[in-house]
Every structure is written in C-alpha cells, then in structure tokens.
C-alpha cells in the first residue's frame, strides 16, 4: 500500500571527490543516467547516486539510491542505508522530472527483484523525500527507449497537470522474470499529487484507465507539450529490415480519456517512401507558427551516417481521431485504419557521423542548434528563417572519443551555457566565444547571433554586455559580406555606385549612419552624395567613363561609434572581357557587376550570385585532375605532414583544397613533389572531429576531383611497458592508449634522439625500440612523448639505468646436454628471459644456450640456460645479447687462472706503485705550494681592493631622480590599516569616480553609525571583544581600523575614544611594567593609535619628509647597481646587511653599452643611448638597467614591459640574441648558468639593439627563467651550486672566497649613502619653526598629563612611552616600508638595506648603552660611532617639544576638522560598518552583557537591537 513519509529520509552526502574541476566538468563515479534542469538546479541521476547541482555545477545535494528490500508478504519496498553499510539493491531511475510548480521532483524506476519504485522528493533539497511507494511507472528495463514529460490537461474549470509516460514496446514479449510483471500500454498518463482522482502516481481517470496501446515494437524518442498540443515521437521497427517514424498529436483538453482519444498522427519521412530512416534524437525549435522541430535521423539504420533535419509538426487536426493504424486508444482493429499523412522536411541542414544529441534554441530571427557527437564535440549551428546555415563551430571538443549523452540542456539562468553531460561527467559549456573575436570584421564574419560588435568598448561580446545600443550584429539573414556593392548604369549613361550594409545596428548606432565616397584619382572624378538611407548608400559619379585599369575609391562607413573602411576598384562593366570561363564569371561578380549570357554587364542588367559561374564550371572541357587516394585519410584533429595524394593529371595542380563542413569557407593549402601520378601536403589541424571534403585547384581557381579526409581523436597512452630500459638502448617499449596509429614518432626527453614508428603499429598498441642515452653518468627518468603532425603529446615516464652487469658463469652436465648458470648483479631493470640470446663459444663456434628459468637470491640474479647434445664440450665464454649490445662473459675456471697471475704479479706492482707515489708526492706538495701562494695574492687582493674601494669611495649618487612617485592619501591609509588583508583594503576604498560623490547610507548602516557615535557603546563594545579569548589579536588590528574608516569624517570623536581607552590601558600597566606600554599591537586602541598618527602626519610625511625618504631608497638602489647581484639569491656586493651580502662574486668590470631602441617594424633604430653595465650582470639585469637609464634620461617609462623586450648584441656585422638561457649556458651538475655578459663576451662600448617581442618576435620564443616555479633550484647565477669541485669548468670559479673579506663593502655602502640617511633622519626629528607637528606636541603633552595622573615620576618611562607612541608606531613602518608612501617595488636586499637603517633610528632613541664587542652583529657596528650623536639630537628633540607652548583643544579639533574635510568621501564607510556589524552579531550577547555592567541607559540598548533587526533583515542580500 502507499504510505506517505511525513519525517525526513536518511540523508547521505556524496563521495568527497565529486567535485567541479578545473576544465569546468563535473565527474561522477557512475555513468550517467537522467539529466534535468529546473530553473537554477540541474539535477542528475547516475548508477547509484543522485545528485543536486547548482546552475554552475557546485555540488548542492547528493543522496544515494543503494539500499535494501525488506522481504515479506506485503513488502515495504526499498529503503535506503548508509555508505559504510551493506546493501542488497539499487534503484535504477528511468524517470527524473523536476515539477516547479509543486517544488517537487518525480523519480521513478526500477529496484534490483525487478519491480517498479517511485519517490516524490523536495525540488530544493533532494534529501528530503516526501513520498514513495512500490509501483510501476514507465519502463522496468534499465535501458529503454521510453520518455516521460509533464502535459497539462485543461477543462472548462481547472487546469491539472499529470506527467505522460512512453514506454517502449516489444511484439514479442520478454519472458517475466521478476515477481512484478509489467505493463503492457505504450502511453499513460500519471497523477503528480493526491489531489487527483487515484491519488498520486495512478494512471486512472473519472471512470477508466485511458491508455494508448501499441501490438508491436515501438522506441520513443521525444515528446513535449506547446500550447495545449502534445507531440510524441517513436521509431516503427517492422520485419522488413526498415523502420517508419511516427508523429502523433494529442489535444490536452478536459480529461485523460478524452486527451488521449484526441490522438492524430503523421509519418515523418526523409527519404523516399519513408523507409529505412531512423529517428536517434530530437528537439522541438522554440516559438512559431509554425511549429519547427529538428532531428537527428540515422539515414541507413545505423549510428553512423546521420542528418539533421528540420521539420514543419503544426497540427493537423482536421481528420478523425484515433484512426492511427499502429496506435490505439480503445480496442484495436475495430474499425479500418488508413496510413496517416506524410510529412516531408523543410531542408536537411546538416550531415555529420555519429550525431548522438541536438538542442535547438532562438536567438533573434535566427535558429541555433547545439550537437552533440560520439566522438565528444559539441557543435554550434546557426540558421536564418530562410533555412540557410552558417558555418558550424566546435565550442567544445573531448580529446578522447567520449559520446555526449543524448540530451542536452540549457543554463536556465543566464541562457548563455549548454550543459553536456558525458558518460561519468557533465559539463557547462558556453554557448558563443564572442571575446576571441578581436575587430569588428572577425566579430561579423563569426555569424553568430549571439555577439554584437560593441562600439563603445570596441570589443565583441554578448548583447547584453553591451550597455548602451551603440551596437552592430550580423543580419536577420545569412550573408557572406558585410558590405557588398553594385555598379549600374542608367539610360542616361550615368554611372551610380550602391553600397549594402548587411548588419543589424541598436538603436544608438542606428540614429548616427553616415558614408562618405573619396576617389583617390584626383579632381577629375566628382562623385555626388545623396543622403544615406540605412542600409544603403548611393555616390553618383558625374564622369560617365572610367580608367582602363580601374578607378579606386575609398568608402568611410560610420555606425555609431564604428568606423569601417572599405577599398573599392570600380570597373567599366562591359569592358570585363575574355572567353566566358567560370574565372571571369568570378571576376566579373567581384567587381560589382553582373553577368548575362557568356558577357559581363552592369549589375542592373545582369545577374550578380556566385551560382551562375559555378554552373559554367560543367561547359569547359579539358584533361582535368582526378584523385584516386590519399595515404594516410585518417588522421587525428592535430592533422599529418607528408601525405601523399594519388591520381592523374596532377602536373598542372597548384594546391589543395579542403572544405571542412558545408557553407564554410574552404581551406587551400601548396602541394610539392608533383608528378603526373602523385603529389605531397600537409593536412592541417582542424577544431573538430569529421569528415572534410578534398579537391585539387588548378591555375584558373578550379577544383577538380573528389576524396575525403577522416579526422578523429588524438592519440593517448595509459600505458607503458616496460617501464625502464638500459642506458645503451634498443629495448622493445611497448605503449597502449588509443589512437596509436596516427603517431608519427616517439621522443624522450634528455635524449635527442627521435624514434621513427614501425607502419604495423595498431589503435591500441605500438612497440618500438628505446634510443640510447648521451647522459650515462647516472640514472634519470625521461618524459616519452608521442609526435603527432607538428604537436608533442605528454605521454609517461621511462627511467634509465645503467646496462646489466654480468659476472661470471658456470655449467654442469645433465646427461648429454650443459647447464650454464650465468650470474647477474640485480637490478631495477626487471628484464624478462624473452629479452636475452645466449651462446656458449667453442673454438669460435657458437652454440645457442635456451635459457629455462630466472632466479633471484639477495644481490643476485641466476639465469639458467642450457646447451642441447655438447656435455662433452668445454664452454670457456659465452655471448650474451640484450637490444644491440652483446657482451662477453669469462667462465669461473678461466677467473681463477687470471686471479693466480694477479697475485703473482702483487709485489712488482708494489714496488712499481712505491716508486710512482714519492714522484707523485713531490710534484702534489709543489702543486700545493703554489695554490697556497695564489689563494694569499688572492686574499690579499681582495682585502687591498676593499680599502681602496672604502678610501675612495665618493657619494657621487644622483640626486635628480625625476618627480617622486607619492601615493595618494587612500592608498597611502589604506596599506597603513590593513597591511595584510587586501579584499578588505578594496572594500573599503572608493573608485576613483566615486571620490566626489557623497554616496547615502542604507537604514541599517545609519542605524549603526549613529550608534558608535556613542562613545560609551563603542568604549563597552571594545572592551567586551577583547575580554573573548577567540578575539585575536588579527581580529582586534581589523576592528580599529574599520573604526578608524567608520570614523574618518569625525576625527574628534576618533581621538576622544582613543584618549579613552588609552587611560583604561594606562590604569591596567601602571601597576605591573608601565615600560612595556604601546611597545607592541596586542590590543584595538595600539592599532588605533597607528591609525590615528598616520593620518595626523600624513601632510608632514609629505611635505617634509618624503623627498629625503625617497632619496635615501635611490641611491641605496643606485649603489647596489654598482656591484654585482645575484639574479636567484638577490644578494648583492654592495649592501648593508651581512645577510644579503653577495661575498662569494668573481672578478668584474664595467661596460659602456650603445643601446639602439628598434622603433617601427621596418628596422629604423633610435639615437643611442650610454648606458653602464657590469661584465657579470645576466641578460635580465641589462635589460633592467637600460629601461632605469631611459627612464631617467627620459623622464618617462619604455613604452614596453620588461617581459616584451628581447635584447640583441652586435657582431661581426650582423645582430646575435641574448637569452638568459640557451645552448650555449654552463651546467653544473643539474643547475644551469644563467648567461652574462661575460659569457657572451660583449666588449666595452658594444651596441645593444632593443626590439619588442609583440613586434619583433624571436625566432624561438622564450619565457622568462623567473618564471619557472623551481627557479632557484634548476638555476644560478654568481653563486656555484653545492657541486663537486672538478664539476665547474671555468678556473675562476674555483677560487676561495671568505666572507669577512668583503665585509668592508658594508662599511662602502654605508659612506656612499649616510648624508641621505643623516638628512632623513634630521627631517624627521628636526623642527622647522621651532614647532613640532600638531599631533606630535598634542599627545606628547596627553602622555605627560596621564604620567602626573597616575603618578608616575620616572622621566625614562616617559621617554619610552613617547618613543613607542611615534618612533617605533609610526617611523619604523613607514622605513620598513616605503611602498606605503611610494609607487614603487621593493626586493629583499633593498628591505635587508633598510632594516638595518631602522635598527640604527631606534638605537637612537634608547636610552641604554650598549657595549659592542669584535662578536657583536654587524648592523649594530656599522652606525655605532653615529649612535650617541643622533641620540644627543633626539633628547634635544624631546626637550624642544616639551618647551613649546601647548595646543588648545581648540585649535586641535579645528586641525582634526580640516583633516577630515580633505578627506572627505574617500572611504567607503558603508562597507567598513557593514564589517563592523559582522563582529558586533557574533558577540551580541557577550556586548549587552558589558553594557549592562556599565550601567548602559535603556535607551542605548533599544537602539542597539534596532540596528540588529535592520541588519537582520539584509540576510538575504549580499554584504558586497
């Protein structure tokens, strides 16, 4: 009985793995079975589980259909277990239909004993299962040829909708199996809710069970409802071996009974007689009249040659119902039964093999059909109202030979993606590639109804991107130009020029159409104008002649904002003469004129289609080419160099062409190597799978003869084996995959060797011979690729190891035949007995050894082979053979007579070697002393040079570094508030056109910014969140500074709140360690305080300090260039930290480079340019170093990024390239060097020419070397890699270097750059005018008021308390970080430079004394002698401050104000409260609690639930 579930069904998630990918498909475990999309969920049965997508195929629900079947009399059906659980069944969906109107979905089925199930789950989470019972609902088989959709049936009251079942029949009927028998009828209609007579599920009407009988075979294919019409669509099988595709109509009117005795039908025939086709998959073409239908018809019965064919299905229902002879509704063969009307297609707009899916949809004026293939493509098809198709279009191609399920749908959301669904996967597919299309002619000659040429983003893109109507597209109908034009003559003789434009414009470019006529020949043509009426133009020449050779005009077309260009060449009509052959036919229509029998006429006066020369072709008559094949025609999507094409006549052949699809333009491509029998090309790369057309062209434009070209999937591999070979090579590899037989070539990597293919290769299996390894050193592992045309495909890896290693034999007798047992070292190689020949050697014969069996004991392997009717033999040696190597092998006796020798011969090598090692000594102990000599010249050079270097070391640093980058102040705020949290620094910044607007605050964000304008809620709400334990301190550095953005329009308010929560801070540290207050950010009012004095001292930081900041971080970035530094490590020879110093550098020199900018592409070079080199700088380093010579030569950037420019090096006369890495680098173990200058060696006053890649590519175009992920570790530089010694080549190289020598480089950095330093630093603690900035007198006086407060008497807490106050909370960060002030990057060696700058600022500022040893950090000894001046000046600084007269709370708040009005509005605050509230919802309880301790007025609390509801009610909406 049924039973209605009213608790929630046990719930399971899927698989964790099920997940989108990266391609944008979604992959099951199972295969898949049903696809449904309702509105913005599309929702998918597979094998065992059932899944709820959302609309971009994230994974929402997913719920499996594995359970149990409880056994009994009246059995309950099936229910569902967990994962981990054992279960004895699974339901098989065979019906999946989202019903919107209820919220439900209907699934139904079939369990594993063979009977029917169904379920009724909730649409919006399939966990949930509202109903389900044990009956049969369409079809029990597993695979079936059934369809089931929803119909509506309207009477004179109501309107119900029940869902119609098809269900394939069989004329034989299957033996019953299962222990539910099933149902006979061929069409139903079912129950979706129990409101309905029967209640859900039942088929029953008022007073019967309406059904549609069928006595014999019958396969549904499709079925839907337009308007009150159903439309069912089956094949017919019949004995004959032919097939009849039948349409029937149905009315959906008052009742089932009388919906489905409504039935008319209608034969839908193809071919004559309407015999032998099939109907495979279908799809209704949305709007009408008419009613347009397509589908995909198997011409020959099979799968492979198939059509895709548009009907006319407008209903016919002017005969008698149910008087089809194959359908019944009552009792069949009552009454006589007349074949139904036939129908004929309205065109056949498609041929393509394997069509397994079709979706059509409307777009415009135009019909589009998306097809699927079993071969994993999905095409694009468009077509007018005319019934002419575009060219098709792949938008999506599998790489494998993966059939695309037979239905297809459409995203219900933004209708711009197809799903299609795989075997094991779905994907979302977009519908057009409108943005691969770059200028308005591509954008056109695309035809694609979707896409528009936008004018005003001169972009090409879907219609509704485009926001104003400033818009072109192609037109309602199909046209091969955009624009075209005419030339007639009138009676008069005058002589007019008609231009079409064959688009369709929006309104904007509409209203603005224009064209203007120019001919290039001077005065003498005058050409009159009329004004333009879209889509025509007309210019009325007043000379009646033209020029022999032509007259050229030029058309300037605007629509819009869209310019077009057109250049004409107008002809005198009747002067196109020649004998009338289709080629001045052609020519006769390019030139706008027409053609009338045999003569070119005017266009008015003749015919002006391409289709009148076509049939010209038929009259000319003379030996023409004929193909009689192409070796090889089938070739994979990546095409085939090298085809041979064989016929007769092929001498006159000038090419080939290939013409992919229908109504595509064709494809032509050279032909060489002709005979009169035979000629080679290349098959090109192609986008989709199929079969292409080819002929041969002769001179005149003609293609003669016919044969076809088969692209299919490219090859891949799953397999190798063996998985290993031996360095010296010719093992049989053997690769499995698919596709096999279109590889041309197998290549390795780290072997340059290229493996030709054996031609017995077959689909799944080749076998070919590996290639011997260059690199015998070691074992490597090489990446095996297949070559296909002019592509390499990934395939696996194969390892090499060294050769086997055999070491000895011996053999024993076994009756008349010798056993040899050959011992062999073990190895990885894993080599098999089939892999070996063996031969026993007697007196230089050999005899063949069949080896029997291999065994392995430890370290060791025995091969045992044995030599047939010779025991009496004596085998001394043996032969043995692996690929093409043979080796020799001594027996065990002939070792042992070599071992006696050697022994005997022990003590003369002795003596020899005694003798040999004193001379040896002698020579190694002179060596030694030498090397000892060098290594001090060396050391003693490089101490010399560091002293010479730091006594003439002069500050001749440039000072003009052009106008210095500052950063406006937002951005400058922004990186201050929130250094490490980038989307929030976004958020809460303006564009840059909203600066000016004061944009109004919703309800909710008003609510709360009156609310922390409540200085006790925003000091109890502060407090409250820092008393959690889950409030980090991350947390506590983000709150502040979404107050402090909150806040920015009230700067007064901002400093009281934080006045008071510094006193509440100052009362919890005044009794434990008042030294330690402000030194680091643990608490909200430390990072308020941050905040608060960088935007007081943001205009100081600007006009006092900025220059000398930026100076300062110049000629650090100047001095580094003087030196070496490491491209990888980034250390350099100049720096001022012992970390990033670069002590290992050879020997270098400078250089004077002549760079010559390239400028255009026709050679032409700029004036030069000097600019400075060193020998050792890679070619990256130049390239940096002449684009900051040209910058600050120039005042502005090169017009080209670093990564476009390529740099070539003049000699010899001719220009040689500079890479950073090419065959030519130095390797060292598995590390390559990076190339110099040196290496290249570029002489001084060399000339450099600097080209573009986007204008100049190179001949082998090359990444940067960055960007490999392990750069640093496949790379090097200036410092070797940790090799073996006698690995590195150059002598040089191999010097010692110390680091201490080179620490005098610190101490030259340090004199070249400390008057920017000085001068920084003074501009920071000096005071112009005596005064200190506002902010800085201002808190400084605070801090001494609370130390009176809390009586704090010790004037060194008072200094610490300033010193972290501005110092160490201000200063510090913004030396730290200069791309917080500047537009500018940094990298480590300029942040290392500037970290011990810093270090040397707050020394200055401390108030110990710090005692420096030879053992103390350098940084701290580089400023040491500097240190107790500058504190001197800061004590003097602080004293000043202290004796300058104070500021009134007036004049500060006056100052604060201003502040803010100069900010105004370049924050967005609605964003940083609606972050605000987010923390103020997770600890609202733990808020109120505190409010309430503080004794918080009820008015407060009110107004703070008040915010909370109008947040609340924003739920729904997205915070951004």
């Not at 079409?500 to 203007?516: D, E, I, P």
């Amino acid at each position: 009985m049924m039973t209605l579930l009213p608790g929630l069904l046990l719930f399971l998630w899927g698989e964790p793995g099920r997940c989108l990918e990266e391609d944008g498909a979604f992959r099951f475990k199972g295969d898949v079975r049903h696809v449904a999309v309702a509105n913005n969920t599309v929702y998918i049965a597979t094998e065992e589980m059932l899944y709820q997508l959302s609309h971009k195929l994230t994974l929402v629900r997913s719920l499996t259909q594995r359970g149990i079947l409880k056994d009994g009399p009246n059995p309950n059906g099936f229910y569902r277990v967990s994962e981990t659980d054992k279960g004895n069944a699974t339901f098989s969906v065979n019906i999946l239909l989202p019903f919107d109107v209820n919220e439900t979905l209907i699934t139904c089925g079939v369990t594993d004993n063979g009977c029917g199930y169904c379920e009724l789950l909730d649409l919006r989470d399939i966990s949930t299962v509202l109903y389900r019972e044990q009956i049969e609902v369409g079809s029990l088989s597993r695979s079936s040829a059934s369809v089931s959709f929803l119909v509506n049936v309207e009477s004179r009251t109501r309107a119900e909708t029940y869902f119609l079942t098809a269900v394939q029949q069989y004329g034989d009927k299957p033996t019953e199996n299962s222990i539910c028998p099933s149902l006979s009828d061929a069409v139903n209609l079912r129950n979706t809710n129990n409101e309905q007579k029967g209640q859900i599920f039942s088929n029953r009407g008022q007073s019967s069970t309406p059904v549609i009988k069928r006595e014999d075979d019958v396969e549904f294919v499709d079925g839907f409802q337009m308007n009150s019409i159903i439309y069912l669509f089956s094949n017919l099988p019949s004995n004959e071996k032919s097939n009849k595709v039948r349409l029937l109509w149905l009315e959906g009117k008052d009742s089932k009974l009388k919906t489905l005795k409504s039935l008319r039908s209608a034969t839908l025939s193809v071919s004559e007689g309407g015999k032998g086709s099939r109907l495979i998959v279908a799809s209704v073409i949305p709007g009408g009249p008419p009613v347009l239908w397509s589908g995909v018809f198997s011409a020959d019965g099979g799968p492979i040659n198939t059509l895709l064919v548009v009907f006319d299905i407008s209903p016919d229902l002017t005969g008698d119902a149910d008087m089809d002879p194959d359908f019944c509704s009552a009792e069949c063969g009552a009454k006589s039964r007349p074949p139904p009307k036939t129908l004929k297609p309205k065109k056949v707009i498609f041929k393509q093999n394997n069509m397994t899916s079709v979706l059509a949809v409307r777009q415009k004026a135009w019909m589009v059909f998306y097809i699927g293939t079993g071969d994993g493509q999905l095409i694009k098809l468009a077509m007018d109202k005319n019934y002419h198709t575009t060219c098709p279009r792949v938008l999506y191609r599998a790489n494998d030979d993966r059939k695309v399920f037979p239905k297809l749908h459409l995203d219900q959301v933004d209708l711009k993606h197809v799903y299609v669904p795989f075997r094991n996967q779905i994907n979302r597919v977009p519908v057009s590639k409108c943005n691969t299309y770059k200028t308005v002619q591509d954008c056109w000659s695309a035809q694609d109804p979707y896409c528009v040429w936008c004018g005003s983003k001169k972009s090409c893109m879907f219609e509704d991107d485009c926001r104003d109507s400033n818009w072109l597209s192609i037109p309602d109908d199909s046209q091969q130009k955009m624009v075209s034009y005419k030339v007639e003559q009138d009676g008069t003789g005058q002589i007019s020029l008609k231009i079409q434009m064959h688009v369709t414009v929006g309104q904007n470019a509409l209203s603005n159409f224009a064209c203007q006529f120019s001919a290039t020949s001077g005065e003498r043509f005058q050409m009159e104008n009329p004004h333009p009426q879209f889509p025509q133009c007309t210019s009325i020449l007043k000379n009646s002649t033209l020029p022999a050779e032509g007259l050229p005009i030029v058309v300037k077309i605007r629509l819009g904002t869209t310019q077009l260009s057109e250049k004409l060449k107008l002809f005198t009509c009747t002067n196109i003469s020649g004998t009338p052959t289709s080629v001045l036919c052609r020519q006769c229509i390019e030139a706008g004129c027409g053609w009338t029998t045999n003569r070119c006429s005017w266009a008015n006066q003749g015919a002006g289609n391409d289709s009148v020369c076509q049939m010209m072709e038929s009259w000319m008559n003379f030996s023409r080419p004929e193909i009689i094949s192409i070796s090889p025609s089938v070739v994979s999507f990546h095409g085939r160099n090298h085809v041979v094409l064989s016929g007769s006549n092929l001498s006159d052949v000038t090419g080939v062409r290939i013409q992919a699809d229908m109504d595509c333009t064709p494809q032509e491509f050279p032909v060489w190597n002709k005979t009169g029998g035979s000629l080679m090309f290349h098959i090109p790369s192609v986008e989709n799978k199929g079969v292409v057309k080819v002929c041969v062209l002769l001179q005149d434009g003609s293609c003669h003869g016919s044969a076809t070209i088969t692209y299919r999937s490219a090859p891949s591999c799953t397999n190798i084996s063996p998985s290993s070979t031996w360095f010296s090579g010719k093992r049989k590899i053997t690769v499995t995959g698919s596709h096999l037989e279109f590889a041309e070539a197998v290549k390795h990597s780290k072997v340059l060797q290229e493996v030709t293919l054996p031609k017995n290769r077959s689909y799944q299996k080749l076998t070919y011979d590996s290639p011997a390894a260059e690199n015998t050193q070691r074992t490597f592992s090489s990446t095996l690729s297949l070559k296909v045309a002019n592509v390499t495909l990934a395939c696996s890896k194969l390892t090499y190891y060294p050769d086997p290693e055999f070491t000895s034999f011996s053999s024993t007798r076994t009756g008349d035949d010798l056993r040899i047992t050959i011992q062999k070292k073990a190895d990885k190689l894993n080599m098999t007995i089939a892999e070996l020949s063996v031969w026993g050697i007697h007196e230089e014969k050999r005899y063949p050894c069949i080896i029997q069996v291999k065994e392995t004991s430890d370290e060791t392997e025995f091969l045992i082979c044995e030599i047939e009717n010779k025991g009496n033999k004596k085998f001394r040696e043996l032969k043995i053979q692996y690929g093409d190597k043979t080796v020799t092998l001594q027996s065990m006796l002939h070792l042992y007579f070599l071992t006696l020798l050697v022994l005997l011969l022990i003590p003369c090598i002795i003596v020899a070697v005694v003798i040999i090692y004193r001379s040896k000594q002698k020579k190694l102990t002179a060596k030694m002393d030498r090397m000892m000599e060098n290594l001090e010249l060396d050391i003693r050079n490089d101490i010399r040079q560091g002293f010479v270097d730091l006594q003439t070391e002069k500050a001749d640093l440039m000072e003009n570094v052009g106008a210095i980058p500052f950063l406006d102040y937002k951005h400058f705020a922004s990186r201050i508030f929130f250094p490490d949290n980038e989307s929030l620094m976004k958020s809460c910044l303006k564009d840059i056109g909203q600066d000016v607007v004061k944009v109004q605050l919703d309800e909710s964000c008003k609510g709360l910014s009156r609310l922390i304008q409540d200085q006790l809620f925003l000091t109890c709400m502060v407090h409250a969140l820092e008393e959690q334990k889950s409030f980090t301190i991350k947390n506590k550095c983000v709150l502040a500074s979404l107050l402090t953005v909150a806040l920015h329009n009230n700067l007064a308010y901002l400093t009281e709140v934080m006045q008071a929560l510094l006193r509440a801070l100052m009362q919890q540290n005044s009794n434990t360690q008042p030294k330690l207050l402000l030194r680091r950010t643990e608490s909200t009012v430390e990072k308020l305080l941050t905040n608060w004095m960088s935007i007081c001292l943001y205009g100081f930081l600007r006009e006092s300090v900025g220059q000398h900041l930026f100076l300062m971080v110049s000629a650090l970035k100047q001095q580094t260039a003087k030196g070496p530094v490491d491209c990888v490590t980034e250390k350099a020879l100049y720096t001022l930290s012992e970390d990033w110093l670069l002590w290992q550098a050879q020997d270098f020199s400078s250089l004077k480079l002549k760079v010559l900018f390239a400028v255009g592409s026709d050679g032409e070079v700029s004036e030069p340019l000097e600019v400075t080199a060193l020998t050792c700088d890679s070619v990256e380093q130049v390239k940096e170093k002449i684009l900051s010579t040209f910058k600050a030569k120039f005042g502005f950037p090169y017009n080209t990024a670093l990564r476009d420019v390529c740099i070539e090096y003049e000699k010899d006369g001719s220009f040689v390239p500079l890479e950073e890495v090419d065959a030519s680098s130095e390797v060292i173990g598995e590390v390559t060097m990076l190339n110099t200058l040196k290496h290249y060696k570029v002489p001084d006053g060399a000339t450099i020419k600097v080209l573009s890649r986007k204008t100049h590519p190179p001949l082998s175009p090359q990444k940067s070397v960055k960007d490999d992920e392990n750069f640093s570790g496949k790379y090097f530089h200036l410092i070797d890699p940790d090799v073996d010694t006698d690995q590195r080549k150059n002598p040089e190289r191999k010097k010692l270097k110390l680091k201490e020598v080179h620490l005098t480089k610190l101490l030259s950095t340090k004199v070249a750059v400390h008057s920017f330093v000085e001068n920084l630093f003074r501009s920071i603690w000096g005071m112009s005018h005596c005064r200190a900035p506002h902010a800085v007198k201002y808190f400084f006086d605070f801090l001494d008021a609370q130390a009176d407060n809390i009586k704090i008497t010790d004037p060194d807490v008072l200094h610490i308390w300033k010193t972290n106050s501005l110092p160490l909370r201000f200063w510090i960060n913004i030396l730290k970080n200069p791309h917080f002030v500047f537009d500018m990057e940094s990298t480590p060696n300029l942040d290392g430079c500037l970290s011990v700058i810093a270090q040397a600022f707050m020394d200055s500022f401390s108030l110990s004394e710090t005692q420096l040893g030879k053992h103390a950090p350098t940084n701290k000894l580089l400023y040491a002698k500097d240190i107790p001046k500058f504190k001197q000046e800061v004590k003097a600084y602080y004293k000043q401050i202290r004796d300058q007269p104070p500021i009134t709370d007036s004049e500060f708040k006056d100052f604060l104000l201003e502040e803010s009005k100069k900010h105004e509005n370049e924050f967005n605050e609605a964003a940083a409260l609606r972050e605000l509230y987010k923390f103020i919802q997770q600890y609202f309880t733990e808020i109120k609690e505190k409010l309430d301790q503080n004794g918080a007025p009820a008015e407060l609390m009110e107004r703070l639930h008040h915010v909370k509801n109008l947040f609340d009610g924003l739920k729904s909406c997205s915070w951004n």
